[in-house]
């Protein structure tokens, strides 16, 4: 798969990227954007090499190399021995409560 | 109604478990100090994992089982990404239908009778994911307020998701399906939706074939109906003005009883759902649903045949009874001290329950005790009440839980069998009201009044037979005389 | 002993010296900490370094308890911590801005086992940021130098340990393995690092970069010490739910002890597609040390194409997971924090990641993100495990017929500072011999095989899963067989 071809498939990288932001809530730095958008393509092809592998729909993903199932634990309460100032050091506060911003956009 | 369909999202919170799904902070988090019931893990810190509660699989299965739906051979849980101030990780641990995943069970249904016929509403999946954290606003207004306040004290609390196809065709059926649904839920001891949050619902709704409106966060069954009603009429307004109705989530004010428009649906949330690696998938087993089956409480439905069978009651008597389960409960304690069984349900269902309404009393408030009712029964049955005064002190047996016996002990409320004692009473009151007696000689049933006036002066004591026996010698008297 | 015995000292020789003068302890951490002010401006592998007077308090608890005749498998041991690994009360900071003052309110469950055995935490080590990186150079304060030679990176991203155990700045670290970062520095620091088994080591605490890949690992300058200190902390972790199910603790010291003496042949398998491509003197070295290897034991060559496609496929699932693990970071309840008011959310954890992140943690979580949007999913992210299990099933058919596989640590020598991260698919693929470990779970260890113009070749041997006894069976013949090499950096 050559790079044409996946530029022309994604469309322009710099919407991929700003898509990506938005999707990650990051912002890369004007820098940082210039050198992502030759990287970007790199990395991409760099996956791509497992096309080569052809048609593998019959081969089970492997989520978890463990032959384990997750335990299960009783019900019972365990009150955090952890000071509540020590649990959420360092945080914005009002009184008890989290400060955090404000949840509409505009 | 034309082609209304109608599919219901519900959460409800299990809130029969005593910690979270993830972690083992105390569940009992409502009216506490704001993030004073959390952990690490419930936090989000970095480095922290989570651990299955057991109990929370246990009642999954119950309600799974109890809505007749296919459980999943493997427990699965996803990562559902969306960032969020109240969302400690930014993904929410929930479950999905996708590659390497499967939601805790699929393919149920309930059975409804509405209007008398017969109604089935399928299920579509249920899921386990836990509960975000809470937000609130300093200026109360999420619009208004520079910024927000949050308390992850819920943050974890084990959710099931509950969703509907859009079987459901009008306002009226959402309400029964939810009233039934909750009925089941408080009979499985899963859900006490009494409790504040603990039960929210998003409905989706389409007119005709068009586009899906999706109502987010109702809190109430009432409000439910009232949102749904709200919409239909809403959408049947725009297509008789010829316009498009937009797909949208909106969002119902139950203050002003409106819906409005939360944000737009054309943009679909990408949340990139995944297995969770932290969580290896657990075997759901035959055996494991065989002891959850095992252990169940008793259904509604099976309720109200038992109710039948057992107590000689009516469908109608039965199905009253066991649609609040509290009421179902204190029927049967009752029963084990009373055995007519016809009169207990009736009285029940009828002055009993009246008051409870009427004082708004709470199932877990309740002072009464169903050995109360009992013996007010019973001292009606030996006769020394009347149905009257019966009726008279239900609501303070109701509000305060007084035994019947003492009550009428001390208000002096006993029915006067004594015939000297009426005899006396009799010719005071025939004394008192000389017009009355002239009545009653001319016109036999004019007896009636005086037989109401004993009564009142009784205070509804008087032994009906006797006195009228009594005020009949005496009007022979009068006529002698 | 000396100061500069203390210094390069094995914890297997301290355990010993301590048992029967408990007091020796405190000269001993006076001796690294006077080491450590010797060379740490030039080495700089530490983030944080707790105070010495702070550490000698807790030691002095530790010769109280060995006086009363306590049994302390690594008491007074000085180890070094990797900066990703939560130690409550002591900064922890993945090496980002993000976390620069985040403290954590509790320990790792490695952390915790380590200090019942009575070991002494001195300090956090540098590390590539989040640990996304092969040479330690993406550490947002200062990169760590090598110091066999401080032009050159001591790799990543447990540089900082690494380094901290040549520059005899610790006796014991714990680096942490998600693609080779505990491996990767012990080949090119000429010690030794084991990543586990997946499950064998609690990763609670362990600040996450790859769910499914990360494993906490051991690291010393012998294997005897790589041994002691695996003891210590693969124990059964009820809070991990990713932790094999085990009864209590394995003696790996002892097991390894008695494959020594009992020296039984092992089946080497050489793969080799994964002795390609490497710098001629780093194979030289290799091929002399495996040469003598299997001059004593079974060795034969296998061929598994499909190696060829483990490095994609990691870092498809690498980066997936990555961009899920570190989308908690918006500074509301730890870390990097901005002004709230009038800011929506948006715009609040835009600038707190864009501020808190490095350029290439931000383009791994880009990219993760990418891998796992819909639409793109199936084709990379789904595709990428699929291919993880053809590989696991690959090397399960080997493991049936062989008990390890011998491969190189890192294709070639430690490269110059500045030199490897220009390139990004240079970078990842130093990874080449590494990844295969993580993909499938096995655990794999590297040790000294020598040097190649004066800088530190590794050789790394792989087994099934809960194989680490033959790992270190493996690496104590190398090790033998290099008895009387030099180890001790130049600096």
């Known amino acids: 798969m050559g790079c044409s071809h996946l530029v022309k498939e994604l469309g322009d990288i710099e919407d991929v990227i700003r898509h990506l932001e938005r999707l990650a809530l990051i912002k890369f730095t004007d820098d940082e954007r210039v050198k992502l958008s030759s990287e970007i393509r790199k990395i991409l092809n760099f996956f791509n090499q497992l096309n080569e592998l052809g048609d593998l729909k019959d081969v089970e993903p492997l989520f978890h190399v463990l032959d384990i199932e997750s335990p299960l634990r009783d019900d019972e309460p365990e009150v955090c021995s952890i000071p509540a100032s020590e649990l959420l050091s360092n945080v914005l506060r009002e009184g008890s409560y989290v400060k955090g911003p404000r949840t509409v956009t505009g | 109604m034309g082609d209304v369909r109608i599919g219901l999202e519900i959460h409800v919170q299990i809130t029969a478990l005593k910690t979270k799904l993830f972690c083992p902070c105390p569940a009992d988090y409502r009216g506490k100090e704001p993030n004073s019931h959390v ?410 009044y005086i037989v109401g006036l004993v009564m009142k002066r009784t205070r509804g004591r008087a032994d009906p037979k006797l006195t009228i026996e009594l005020i009949k010698n005496e009007l022979q008297r009068y006529k002698a005389s | 002993m000396t100061k500069l015995d203390y210094v390069y000292a094995s914890a297997t020789e301290l355990l010993t010296y301590f048992r029967s003068d408990p007091d020796k302890i405190l000269d001993y951490l006076e001796a690294i900490y006077d080491r450590i002010r010797k060379v740490e401006a030039k080495v700089r592998s530490y983030i944080t370094l707790r105070s010495r007077e702070e550490v000698e308090r807790e030691a002095e608890n530790v010769v109280k308890r060995l006086k009363q005749g306590e049994d302390l498998a690594l008491a007074g041991i000085a180890v070094a911590v990797k900066d990703n690994i939560s130690t409550r009360g002591i900064r922890t900071t993945c090496a980002s801005r993000m976390l620069e003052n985040y403290v954590p309110p509790y320990d790792a469950t490695a952390v915790k086992l380590l200090k019942e055995s009575g070991a002494v935490i001195i300090g956090k080590t540098n590390m590539d940021e989040f640990a996304m990186g092969s040479t330690t150079e993406t550490s947002a304060f200062f990169p760590t130098r090598n110091p066999w030679d401080l032009e050159r990176v001591p790799g990543g991203s447990s540089g900082g340990s690494a380094a901290a155990l040549a520059a005899g700045e610790a006796s014991l670290a714990l680096g942490s393995d998600t693609g080779g970062s505990v491996r990767c520095p012990a080949a090119f620091t000429a010690t030794v690092g084991l990543k586990p088994t997946y499950g064998l080591v609690s990763r609670f605490g362990l600040i996450a970069y790859a769910s499914s890949l990360d494993q906490i690992g051991p690291m010393a300058r012998t294997i005897a010490d790589v041994a002691l200190l695996l003891s210590v902390i693969a124990v059964h972790d009820p809070k991990d739910s990713t932790s094999i199910p085990r009864n209590g603790k394995t003696d790996y010291y002892f097991k390894l002890e008695e494959l020594m003496s009992s020296r039984p042949r092992l089946r080497i398998a050489v793969v080799k597609e994964l002795w390609r491509g490497l710098e001629e003197d780093v194979e030289r070295v290799l091929h002399r040390i495996l040469d003598r290897i299997c001059g004593e034991h ?161 050789i790394q041997f792989m087994g099934p899963p809960l194989s680490e006894e033959k790992l270190l069976y493996a690496g104590a013949l190398v090790e033998e067989l290099r008895r009387g090499a030099a180890l001790k950096p130049p600096i």
């Open chain 3, 298 to 458: 079974t060795c034969d060559e296998v061929s598994i194409p499909i190696t060829r496609y483990a490095l994609p496929a990691y870092y498809i699932i690498a980066m997936a997971e990555a961009s899920s693990n570190l989308a908690r970071y918006d500074g509301l309840r730890y870390g990097l924090h901005v002004d709230v008011e009038g800011r929506s959310w948006i715009e609040v954890f835009t600038e707190v990641r864009s501020r808190g992140f490095g350029f290439e943690v931000k383009k791994r979580i880009a990219l993760g993100a990418f891998i796992l949007s819909a639409g793109y999913q199936e084709q990379y992210y789904i595709r990428a495990l699929r291919v993880r299990r053809l590989l696991k099933n690959e090397f399960d058919r080997v493991f049936k017929r062989f008990d390890l596989v011998a491969l190189p640590s890192m294709p070639i020598k430690p490269p110059r500072l500045g030199e490897a991260i220009t390139d990004p698919i240079k970078l990842y693929t130093m990874d080449i011999d590494t990844v295969i470990a993580n993909l499938i779970g096995s655990p794999a260890i590297s040790v000294p095989a020598g040097l190649a113009a004066t800088l530190p070749v590794g």
């Open chain 2, 39 to 448: 952990c690490p893990v419930c936090l989000g810190l970095p480095g922290v994992l989570p651990v299955i509660n057991r109990d929370a699989v246990k009642y999954a299965a119950m309600v799974a089982i109890a809505l007749n739906c296919k459980i999943s051979d493997r427990l699965v849980f996803v990562r559902k990404h969306y960032f969020y101030p109240d969302m400690p990780k930014n993904y929410q641990i929930s479950q999905y239908d996708g590659v390497g995943s499967t939601p805790f069970c699929r393919e149920g249904f309930l059975k409804l009778t509405i209007n008398g016929h017969e109604k089935i509403v399928r299920i579509r999946r249920i899921n386990i994911e836990e509960d975000p954290g809470r937000i609130t606003y300093p200026t109360g207004d999420i619009a208004t307020s520079p910024y927000s306040l949050i308390d992850y004290n819920r943050a974890g609390i084990a959710l099931l998701e509950i969703v509907t196809e859009p079987d459901i065709e009008s306002p009226q059926e959402a309400r029964a399906f939810l009233t039934k649904l909750i009925n089941i839920l408080e009979h499985l001891g899963v859900t006490d939706t009494s409790l504040e949050g603990s039960f929210r619902v998003d409905a989706n709704i389409s007119l005709g074939g068009g586009s899906r409106v999706e109502i987010k966060n109702i809190g109430s069954i009432k409000d439910v109906e009232r949102a749904l009603a709200y919409e239909i009429l809403r959408q049947r307004t725009i297509i008789e003005r010829g316009g498009i109705v937009r797909r949208e989530t909106r969002h119902w004010d139950p203050v002003r009883k409106v819906t409005i428009t939360l944000r737009a649906k054309e943009v679909e949330e990408d949340y990139r759902y995944f297995p969770d690696p932290d969580l290896p998938p657990v075997r759901i087993t035959s055996e494991f649903i065989v002891s959850v089956r095992r252990s169940m409480p008793e259904l509604p439905d099976m309720r109200i045949e038992r109710f039948m069978k057992q107590y000689g009651l009516d469908r109608y008597h039965s199905t009253v009874l066991v649609s609040q389960k509290w009421l179902a409960d204190f029927f049967e304690e009752a029963a084990k001290h009373y055995t007519r069984y016809k009169k207990l349900a009736d009285i029940l269902i009828t002055d009993f329950l009246r008051w409870v309404n009427e004082y708004g009393i709470k199932p877990h408030e309740l002072r009464a005790r169903p050995i109360h009712i009992a013996r007010l029964l019973e001292l009606l049955d030996k006769g020394l009440i009347s149905i009257k005064i019966a009726k008279e002190i239900m609501p303070e047996i109701v509000r305060s839980g007084s035994d019947p016996e003492k009550l009428i002990r001390t208000r002096g409320l006993l029915r006067i069998t004594n015939r000297d004692e009426l005899q006396q009473i009799v010719r005071e009151v025939m004394r008192s009201n000389p017009k009355a007696v002239e009545d009653a000689l001319r016109n036999p049933r004019a007896i009636n």
